[in-house]
């Protein structure tokens, strides 16, 4: 897919690509900046995994491109979900989950549809922005163990470079089908983090404010 540089941009800023291959696998991205005569100003390649993670690509970008080329190297479609400058709700090389899919099931307002976390290293990043909360509010997470079993679900909150807000942590005990957990949202929160649990898949169906 071709993109006008003008379109994406304003500045020399470096650009970013929200991006993953269709199953959240390896793969690879490749990037070509052209001159608006076809010259090839710079050609490189970026590895991908999980879903929906932010790459910065040639910062600064090189005088005189016209054109970024982005292709595929993935064994399967590549997903593009933003293209732009710099990334207004994300930081540079923000990674918004590990060893899960399925990201957006978790705020379709469906309980027949979940975000799944596979282990316990696992891990799905929101924005506050993508749930529609603010600090001060409460979320009401509904999810269970694959195996409806009692668990513990781990959730921090990150500020808006991305770093853990001191005490934001918690531990939320879980067990049974479907049941519905609250996280109260400190101040200055901008990312809700929430990770795997031991031994089985983490689903979560819904999280919204209360």
Do not use: W
């Not at 291959?21 to 005569?37: H, K, L, R």
């Not at 529609?132 to 009692?150: F, I, K, R, Y």
Request: aromatic share 10%.
């Amino acid at each position: 897919i071709d993109f006008d540089i003008n379109v994406l941009r304003t500045s020399d800023e470096g650009i970013q690509v929200m991006a993953n291959c269709a199953d959240g696998g390896a793969g690879i991205m490749g990037v070509m900046m052209y001159s608006e005569q076809g010259t090839i100003l710079a050609e490189f390649r970026v590895d991908m995994a999980g879903y929906k993670n932010i790459y910065t690509l040639n910062k600064p970008i090189p005088e005189g491109t016209s054109t970024v080329r982005i292709i595929s190297y993935c064994d399967q479609p590549l997903y593009i979900y933003e293209i732009e400058a710099q990334l207004a709700f994300m930081p540079a090389q923000a990674v918004l989950s590990q060893d899960a899919n399925n990201l957006d099931h978790g705020h379709d307002g469906s309980l027949d549809t979940s975000a799944n976390i596979f282990s316990e290293t696992g891990f799905i990043t929101y924005s506050t922005a993508e749930l529609g909360c603010a600090s001060g509010d409460t979320l009401v997470l509904t999810m269970n163990d694959s195996e409806n079993l009692p668990n513990t679900v781990s959730i921090v909150s990150k500020d808006d470079s991305f770093d853990v807000i001191t005490n934001s942590d918690a531990d939320i005990g879980i067990d049974g089908h479907k049941g519905n957990y609250t996280y109260a949202v400190p101040t200055g929160t901008a990312y809700i983090t929430i990770y795997g649990v031991t031994n089985n898949a983490l689903y979560i169906y819904e999280v919204k404010k209360q």
